[in-house]
């Protein structure tokens, strides 16, 4: 049997597609190894980032280079084990990492972000899921005084879009936060418009049951290959061949590998990031993420507790877990909320997949007719998927896209 489309991925970037397109009227098959939602997109801080305009940039103050290099960071860490291995995207991402490119990473991020609310709301409707997205935004934390200028202009070019993210004082913080310890701090910014899932992975498994419910159709296979003939591509699985005159991938972090096999070399790289769950103390409950800017941790509430999230580890995909930046964040995530035991046997590990310019790929894929590509979104990928995932169905039905989609195009990194 041939589909109209594949979609290879089923995080929240490959499930938002399969809906966008199914709704377009076509047949379309959704391959995973595992059930939808379980691995980038299950263990995220669970942000919907209406306020994530702003690329994360690599650290290029000389300081602040020699403290990453010598591992003094809770923020970025890497493996010297990996390092020959991710140096290339390492160099890519340090010289992506200045003040021009920034700008125009910002203005590409505007539409898609305009839409991330409604594109959410849209599937969450639809599959009955509201009740697990809360509307409170989230609370960014400063302990050093000199960090909030720069919070601030960037806060300023926020609510230049129409959006809410202010400077509040520590007796708001109380009333917003009345568990959250503010001894150590010197400020907070309330960003007003994000929202905060409760379980991301049951997010992405209502969409995808919504997917089903539309006719779409979920393989569970390990994804092997993808080869063309002629107009037909063959996606190659553990059980059988699926054929498709369209394949669409959104492997997430595993997009790279797939796609260096049929000869598109790319340059992604991965943040790997952890998290892991911790019991409150008494009756102590937190009502919004917080995330502490000095140490670069999220505390978000979760139905399962509260999950403490690291920042960012440069690392071979699938080198050992590491949880170190985990461990060392621990006290100081204590000193800001009465966090007592761990729920976790061990710390979850996973890969943000990004490119240098910390834009997404959406689009064609160069010389491959019929091959799309739609991964790379970062630190913002459960934020992005359903807006971006709208975008690419138009494109590949042919209708008008609601954004330019040059800025987010494969060709971008031609000659580069
Ligand atoms: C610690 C941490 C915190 C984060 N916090 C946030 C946040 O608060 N807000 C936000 O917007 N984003 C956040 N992110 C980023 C976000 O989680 C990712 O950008 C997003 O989940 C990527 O989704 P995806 O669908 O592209 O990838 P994934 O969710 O990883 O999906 C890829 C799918 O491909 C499948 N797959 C891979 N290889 C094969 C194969 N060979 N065969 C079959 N199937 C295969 C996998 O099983 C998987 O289901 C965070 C990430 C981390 C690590």
Redesign the pocket.
Known sequence: MKRDVLV???????VATAIHLVKRGMAVTL????G??????????????RE?LHPYLFPRDLRSVIEVALKQRTDADYHISSLAAVAPFLWRYFRSSNAQRAAQTFAANVPIYANCLEAHQALMEEAGSTNLVAKRGWLRLFRDAGDIPAAERQAKELRDLGLGADMISMEDLNELEPHLRTDALEGALHYRDPWNCSD?SALVKSYAALFEKLGGEFVQ????GVTRDGATWTVKTNGSELKADQVVV?????SKR?LDVVGLKLPMGV?????EHFKAAGNAVLSRPVLDSEYGF?I?PMARGLRL??GAEFARQDAPKTPIQLQKVLPRARDLFPLEESLDAEPWL????VFPDMLPVVGPAPGMPGLWLH?G?????????PATAELIAQMISGETPYADPTPYSAERFKGH
């Open positions: 290879l991925g089923a995080g929240m970037v490959g391959v995973d190894r595992r939808a939602g379980e691995e980038t997109s299950y263990g995220n801080a669970g942000l919907i980032q994530g991301p296979a390990e994804i092997a959104t492997l997430g972090p595993w797939m943040k790997r990031g952890y998290h999220v978000a999230t690291s996973g890969s943000r997949p991964f979104h970062g630190h913002q990928g459960f934020t992005l998927g």
